[in-house]
Structures are given as structure tokens and as C-alpha cells.
């Protein structure tokens, strides 16, 4: 595979001094927990800017399910929509939410970015991405992610009713929770493909989710690969004892050396809500 290079590139602007990065949040109505966990993250992050790496939603079956007011997407737009009045928010589709178009970017109040982006940031050259297309190993996903990519192949898609994609949803859904209940590992990012598209961008770093494994890996020429943590607060009794609650914020700041911190969602918010209550008293 050739060297992909950078299909946008965002320079940050000169007053950014926090960047929250998170992903894989896997929103769904029946996940209360992590729900409310992002609900807070969205009222109180201190971040002058949020950006969110694919996967914010488990499913999303098409930008016509926020014609229904009531709906699940409908209701998480309207939050998006009342945080990004507050700073910037910027999305990039997932392997669960590529369908997100540009009616959702419109009534969420959020940018859209390609991926992968390049963002330019503090004299920082960082490359963004979901992950997905890096992880070579799983050739069946390499092979639909080519498919589902295809503007003609999501038209036909969308020209469903969306009932009957809520259904193939809820069954994909199922058959992914299979999988992960028979210790399936998802497919790590390709070292060689990581190195050609860093190069390609010039850049010294990637972000990026999707393997849900949240790690800091140093490579062999002193470049960085992190991975983002995805969120899971709702684990059922069972599975907790194999997969930890996870709901951790990725903060950027101006340090000069250890300019990254992976944080908890309560270490991330602390600052603001204790800015926030004295505010209010």
C-alpha cells in the first residue's frame, strides 16, 4: 500500500492552549452510564477545543434519523449543538459512524475532518485518524471499509427505510458483542504503513483510536504512536473482570516536553467544575 498522505491539514489557531482528543464512545441509548459520562465531558471541558476521532455513536444509520426529534441521534445532536457554541468541536467518522453526513456536521454545529488530518499545532506537526484504515491484519474489515467508503455503495444504502437500517444495525451490533464476549482481539495498526504515513506528513506524531487499546508507543526512529482509550462504563458484571471501565480524555497543552496527558474523565473536568462552582456561588 502507497504512503497516504494528509487529506487535510487544520492549523490551530495561535490562543489554543488545551486540545481534549477522545473516541470510540460508542454512544447508544442503552449504555446510561458512559452516556452521562459524555454528557459532562461535553458541559465541562476546559478544552479550547474537543476533537472527537470516529466512533462517537455505536451505530449511525443516516443524517434522515434527526428528522425524528425524539430520537436517540436526534437528542445527542442537540447536546453537540450546545457545546460547540462554547468552542469548537471537531469530527472525524469511525468504522461505526461513517455514515454521518453533512445535515448531522450542519445541525451538531461541528467540523468535519478527513481523515487522516494533519493538525498543525504550537510549531507541532500531529496526524490525526480513526485508526481503522491503519490496521492491515484485519483483511475481511480492510475489504468492506473499501466498500462502505464508496459514495454509490451508501446511497443504496441510505435509500433504505431507516427502519430497516435500525434493524441491520441492531444486528451488527449483536454480532460485534459475539465476538468480543470470544476474546476476539481487534487487529493492531501496521507498523510499516504507520511509518509511511508519518512520513508522508512530516509529522513526529499519531493519534489515533479504534484498536482500543490505549497505549504510548515509542518507535524505532523516536517518532510516537498513541492510542486513545475508547469509553466503556457500562460493562456487564461478567465482562468487567476481563476489560477494566475505561473513560479517559486525551489533553494537549503547551508544555514543551510532556505536552500530552492521559487523563481521567474526573482528573480532565476537576479544573472546570471547580472554575464553574465558584462562578456560581
Request: include cysteine.
Amino acid at each position: 500500500m502507497q504512503a497516504q498522505p494528509p487529506a487535510q491539514t487544520l492549523l490551530a489557531p495561535a490562543h489554543w492552549q488545551r486540545i481534549d482528543v477522545v473516541a470510540d464512545l460508542h454512544l447508544q441509548a442503552c449504555q446510561a452510564a458512559t452516556l452521562a459520562a459524555w454528557q459532562r465531558f461535553l458541559a465541562y471541558s476546559p478544552a479550547d477545543a474537543i476533537f472527537i476521532l470516529g466512533d462517537l455513536f455505536e451505530a449511525w444509520v443516516g443524517d434522515d434519523a434527526l428528522l425524528e426529534s425524539t430520537s436517540f441521534e436526534a437528542q445527542c445532536t442537540a447536546q453537540l449543538y450546545a457545546a460547540s457554541q462554547q468552542r469548537p468541536i471537531y469530527f472525524m467518522v469511525g468504522n461505526r459512524d461513517f455514515l454521518a453526513g453533512a445535515d448531522f456536521l450542519r445541525a451538531s454545529g461541528m467540523h468535519g475532518l478527513a481523515d487522516p488530518t494533519l493538525l498543525i499545532w504550537q510549531e507541532r506537526r500531529i496526524l490525526l485518524s480513526h485508526g481503522d484504515a491503519l490496521c492491515l491484519d484485519d483483511v475481511e474489515y480492510q475489504q468492506f471499509r473499501t466498500i462502505s467508503r464508496n459514495p454509490a455503495w451508501q446511497q443504496q444504502l441510505l435509500a433504505q427505510p431507516l427502519a430497516q437500517r435500525r434493524a441491520l444495525a441492531s444486528h451488527i451490533r449483536s454480532e460485534s458483542e459475539q465476538r468480543k464476549q470470544s476474546g476476539a482481539q481487534y487487529a493492531d495498526a501496521d507498523p510499516s504503513l504507520t511509518t509511511q504515513w508519518l512520513d508522508a506528513a512530516q509529522a513526529q506524531w499519531l493519534i489515533h483510536g479504534h484498536t482500543h487499546r490505549p497505549a504510548e508507543h515509542l518507535l524505532a526512529d523516536g517518532r510516537y504512536r498513541i492510542v486513545l482509550s475508547d469509553w466503556a462504563l457500562d460493562n456487564a458484571p461478567a465482562t468487567q473482570q476481563q476489560q477494566q471501565q475505561r473513560c479517559e480524555v486525551l489533553r494537549l497543552h503547551p508544555h514543551p516536553h510532556e505536552w500530552w496527558q492521559r487523563l481521567s474523565l474526573a482528573q480532565a473536568l476537576c479544573h472546570s467544575r471547580q472554575q464553574h462552582h465558584q462562578r456560581h456561588r
